[in-house]
């Protein structure tokens, strides 16, 4: 079993800045890959960021600039630094993993359950 959790999700004005975080646990071999994605209300999921565990990283648009995703290799955690945050980031924000449990296993798709960001005056 693997478990993403994350964290740091809450209210902020718009200009504010949070940290998300996601620590993954559980049977793991490896980890290729983790990102953040995000889906607002009424509207489909969209990839935020990700970054590799060589560093990697990839950007959607409307965050390049503004949002900075890093990766602790020893920690298994993935952080999403945001910054100039808009009211249209307002989602539910989603950790993402691609890794193996074991050796001989493929790559598999893992997801958090999500947390919520709101940024509101």
């Known amino acids: 079993q693997v478990q993403l959790v994350e964290s740091g999700g809450g209210l902020v004005q718009p200009g504010g800045s949070l940290r998300l975080s996601c620590a993954a646990s559980g049977t793991i071999y490896t980890i290729n890959a983790m990102g953040w994605y995000r889906q607002a209300p009424e509207k489909e999921r969209e990839l935020v960021a990700v970054?590799?565990?060589?560093?990697?990283?990839n950007y959607a648009d409307s965050v390049m600039g503004r949002f900075t995703i890093s990766i602790d290799n020893v920690k298994n955690t993935v952080y999403l630094q945001m910054n100039s945050l808009k009211p249209e980031d307002t989602a539910i924000y989603y950790c993402?993993?691609?890794?193996?449990?074991?050796?001989?296993?493929?790559?598999?798709?893992?997801w958090g359950k999500g947390t919520l960001v709101t940024v509101s005056s």
């Open positions: 993402n993993a691609k890794l193996r449990q074991h050796l001989v296993q493929a790559i598999g798709t893992y």
């Open positions: 970054i590799t565990t060589g560093g990697i990283s």
